[in-house]
C-alpha cells in the first residue's frame, strides 16, 4: 500500500525528483466541495502525522491525491479519481 507521507518524502529527498512540482489534493472542509489543492511549493515541512504549509498544518490522512509531472502518485479513494 501506498501512502501520502511516503510519496511526498520520496519527492522530497530523491535525486531527480522534486517536491515543489507536485500537486496535493485535500480534505478543506469549507471549501466549494470541501477539496482544496495546493502546489508542493507551498509545503513547508513533513512531519510524522501532519505536513505544514505556509498557511496550515495539514494531517495525511486528509490528503485525496497526489499528482506529479502529469501522473497521479496517490489516490486514496473514488473521490479522488474525480479531481482535476
Known sequence: MV??????????????????????????????????????????????GFFDTDEATIPYHRILRIDYNGRILFEKDERAKELA
Open 3 to 48: 501512502y501520502p507521507r511516503d510519496v511526498l518524502n520520496r519527492l522530497r529527498w530523491t535525486k531527480g525528483e522534486s517536491l515543489r512540482e507536485a500537486i496535493v489534493w485535500y480534505v478543506h472542509r469549507g471549501v466549494p466541495g470541501n477539496v482544496k489543492k495546493i502546489a508542493g511549493a507551498s509545503i513547508i515541512s513533513l512531519g510524522r
